[in-house]
């Protein structure tokens, strides 16, 4: 599982600024479309091979009365949920009484807790937060966020417990349990041997979104239609439940990401709906259904885990939900907004469901099936290549300098998403709209849908 890193500390110590230095280097797929923004305040890191989820729980001002009546209570649930807390202070400022009540909660809560001292540039930090260690929380690292210093040796400290475990899970994993690692260079003949291989696993299928949209009336929907295998598991409340399925004798895993097995059973004070909970689901799974209340629109918050789900790379449906009973020209409406909003990730399948009634149910399947498929689909070298030369002669590339871009080979570089690496000459120069040309041509060529495609271009052969 990959692990949660909460950021936490008092307003104006750096917590923004070291949130987009950790998320700003994972952006490869959100380039790709220009209609998404990224959440300000839960990314994806990738940092010194660690990949994790960031978290930025906001400005706590840990003064006058207590902490928890000041703190926003998705930033308690955060800090509950993560699994390291960066816990920043400000070297210049020096410490403050806010600090110490935030130290004093952070010690109750026995968290993994590294104390961070920011703005270490251009001053004395081994004499700017002596101070600092009256706060009990042990070393104390200097940083200087804005500059990167300090960054990686921060998070090489904080994620090793989790580097390692990650290291076992490979060595021991099962053979379905790999699936989002990257792979070598195929010939066509194993391309074809894989992807059968593929297609005996189960999908990993995560539910989501934002509360009272009708995930637990369709999970309910869809079990109750299919033969439920096992569906209790241990784990905390903080977890997804995984149900084993089966639907017309394919296999799948259903991430429950609404609690609906577990509400049964557990009065628990953890609210139902969780961001954090969500992105892991999203992280785990292999496609990714995302459920949008028609009689809502569009919100907010329905685009920040679109553009969680996209920029990891996820198989992405849509399904539109409650479309029961509502009125011809809301409909239209709905449709207009989609089309404006969420024109731009044109590859993902929108259905048209209600829960409530079924209606639609069964055809989200066709989709989910559908964007697996093209999000694992085998592709050798030879025939990735072929691609790239037939979009090469159809529409060269620009000069650049007087010397024409050269592409010369493709090969994949991975799936779940598909990835595809391109070698070439000068292709650092490549201008963002012959890349999008690129991907689109691999789209139609290959009929990818249902999935983003992450392109990589390599300088020479
Ligand atoms: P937040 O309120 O905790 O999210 O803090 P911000 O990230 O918004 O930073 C507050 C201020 O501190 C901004 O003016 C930043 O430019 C500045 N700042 C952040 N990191 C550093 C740093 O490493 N060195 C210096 N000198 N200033 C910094
Ligand atoms: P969750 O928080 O996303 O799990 O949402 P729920 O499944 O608990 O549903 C929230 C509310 O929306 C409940 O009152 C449901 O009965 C209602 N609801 C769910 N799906 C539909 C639907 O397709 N049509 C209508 N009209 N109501 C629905």
Do not use: C
């Not at 104390?140 to 994620?159: D, F, P, Y």
């Not at 379905?176 to 291989?197: D, F, M, N, V």
């Not at 934002?210 to 569906?231: C, D, F, M, Q």
């Amino acid at each position: 599982m990959i692990p949660v890193v909460a950021l936490v500390g008092r307003p104006n110590v750096g917590k923004s600024t070291l949130f987009n230095r950790l998320t700003r280097t994972r952006d490869a797929l959100v380039a790709d479309f220009p209609g998404l923004t990224r959440d300000r305040k839960y990314g994806r890191a990738f940092l010194s091979g660690h990949e994790f989820i960031v978290v930025d729980t906001g400005g706590i001002d840990g003064s006058e009365e207590g902490i928890e009546t000041k703190m926003a209570e998705q930033s308690l649930a955060a800090i509950a949920e993560a699994d390291v807390v960066l816990f920043m202070t400000d070297a210049r400022a020096g410490l403050t009484a806010a600090d110490e009540a935030i130290a004093q909660y952070l010690r109750s809560r026995e968290k993994m807790t590294f104390l961070v001292a920011n703005k270490i540039d251009g001053i004395d930090g081994d004499s700017a937060v002596a101070e600092f260690w009256a706060l009990g929380l042990g070393e104390i690292h200097q940083i200087a966020a804005a500059q990167g210093r300090g960054v990686s040796s921060l998070i090489e400290n904080a994620l090793a417990p989790f580097a390692r475990a990650m290291a076992e899970d490979d060595e021991f994993a099962e053979d379905g349990e790999e699936s989002h690692k990257p792979l070598r260079e195929y010939t066509e003949e194993e391309a074809e041997a894989e992807q059968a291989r593929l297609q005996e696993l189960p999908i990993k299928l995560a539910i989501i979104g934002k509360p009272n949209v009708g995930k637990s009336t369709l999970t309910n929907r869809i079990l109750g239609e299919e033969r439920v295998v096992v569906y209790d598991q241990p784990g905390t409340t903080r977890d997804s439940i995984y149900i084993p399925m089966e639907r017309d004798g394919r296999e799948y895993v259903l991430i429950d990401t609404a609690g609906v097995r577990r509400r049964a059973k557990v009065h628990d004070v953890v609210e139902k709906f969780s961001v954090i909970k969500t992105l892991k689901a999203v992280e785990d799974a292999n496609v990714v259904l995302l459920v949008i209340d028609a009689r809502e629109g569009i919100a907010e918050q329905d685009l920040g885990l679109l553009g969680f789900a996209i920029n990891a790379g996820r198989a992405l449906v849509i399904a539109v939900n409650k479309w029961d009973g509502i009125d011809t020209d809301i409909k239209e409406r709905v449709k207009t907004e989609l089309d404006r909003r969420l024109g731009f990730i044109d590859f993902a399948r929108i259905h048209f469901i209600s829960a409530l009634h079924g209606t639609g149910v069964g055809h989200l399947f066709e989709s989910i099936e559908e964007a697996y498929e093209s999000a694992t689909r085998r592709v050798g070298t030879s025939m990735l290549t072929k691609i790239m030369q037939m979009a090469q002669d159809d529409h060269q590339p620009p000069l650049v300098n007087g010397r024409r871009v050269k592409l010369k080979y493709a090969h994949a570089g991975g799936y779940n998403p598909p990835i595809i690496v391109i070698h070439g000459n000068q292709v650092s120069r490549l201008p963002d709209s012959y890349k999008r040309y690129m991907m689109n041509y691999y789209r139609r060529t290959l009929n990818i849908v249902g999935t983003p495609i992450q392109l990589r271009f390599q300088e020479g052969a």
